[in-house]
């Protein structure tokens, strides 16, 4: 298809369920309007070219080469090296990102779900929303060896407010609701995802009994904030927070900065607040109806930084 395109990809918060599709279990995770903006040119030779505004990182390959993987971009590497077949010419793509890299907000998630949306389309390949976020989960977690589960693909590649059950034949639910007042803090410090994630992998193949009883409880919560977020029912999906929380501190995966925004944020009236993620620092979610903008001040009062989201749908 011999035309530009341009494209907006949203980021994602877990309301609930966090780390629990590392098990194939259910989540419910909630696109959000702050965005990651494509564009791509065709070439009418066989170049390809990536770039990247936020790292400035260009990359540079042909079709007959193997792009490289030990850079930023190799998300879209592996990704290119799994349609490579289907792609005839050239192209150059560039991405400049307004969710925050490293944040917990699943940036890697959203380049690679949209540089798939983009090839689906220049080059015809007709790919729908699932398996977009298939092949999304496949280059992260196969092809790069980073220890995810498919939360963040389904979440970005569908929109909205999901409900996945995130096993081997994964299933997408999307909940019918219009707004959510909830208010997202980032703790500005450096995130060790990584390795919280590795740690907590292990403690699963090792069957770690404090581990799996964390687990099981958070997807509990996963199945009682479904039946509170279709009933409004604010106070249930506070507690539901507040437990998973819970189970946060046993598994680890907390660090004092974000315990202090979670407790900063109740103090000014939220219902209830989590962290996000793998752990080790990034971002912590409140729900706080009617008390957005003073959760917001008091998050930043502590050193934190601060957004109310809105719900992100893709139109038709």
């Not at 900065?257 to 944020?265: G, P, Q, R, T, V």
Request: proline share 3%; aromatic share 6%.
């Amino acid at each position: 298809m011999n035309k530009e395109i341009s494209l907006e990809i949203p980021g994602r918060i877990c309301i609930v369920g966090d780390k629990v599709d590392l098990l194939g279990k259910p989540v419910i995770a909630m696109a959000i309007n702050l965005m990651m903006r494509f564009s791509y040119k065709p070439r009418s030779d066989d170049t390809i070219e990536f770039y990247s505004y936020n790292t400035n990182e260009r990359i540079h390959f042909t079709l007959e080469e193997t792009p490289p993987k030990n850079i930023d971009l190799a998300y879209l590497s592996v990704l290119f090296d799994r349609l490579k077949s289907k792609i005839d010419h050239g192209f150059y793509l560039d991405v400049l990102s307004d969710i925050p890299i490293g944040g917990g907000l699943s940036t890697s998630a959203a380049l690679s779900v949209g540089f798939l949306k983009i090839m689906s389309e220049a080059f015809t390949l007709n790919l729908n929303n699932d398996e977009i976020a298939e092949l999304a989960y496949l280059g992260e977690n196969h092809d790069l060896g980073i220890q995810c589960g498919r939360m963040d693909q389904y979440s970005i590649a569908h929109g909205g407010i999901t409900f996945i059950h995130t096993d081997e034949n994964p299933q997408v639910e999307q909940l019918k609701i219009k707004n959510l007042p909830i208010v997202v803090g980032d703790s500005v410090e450096v995130r060790e995802a990584a390795s919280v994630l590795n740690r907590i992998k292990r403690q699963i193949q090792e069957k770690d009994e404090t581990t799996l009883k964390a687990f099981k409880e958070i997807e509990k919560c996963v199945t009682q904030c479904k039946t509170a977020l279709l009933n409004n029912d604010y106070q249930k999906l506070g507690m539901c927070m507040e437990i998973q929380q819970q189970q946060e501190i046993l598994l680890g995966a907390t660090t004092p900065k974000i315990l202090k925004l979670c407790e900063a944020a109740k103090s000014a009236g939220a219902l209830g607040a989590k962290q996000m993620g793998a752990g080790g620092g990034g971002c912590m979610l409140a729900i706080a109806p009617g008390r957005q903008n003073e959760v917001v001040k008091a998050i930043e009062r502590v050193g934190g930084r601060a957004w109310i989201f809105d719900i992100y749908n893709y139109t038709s």
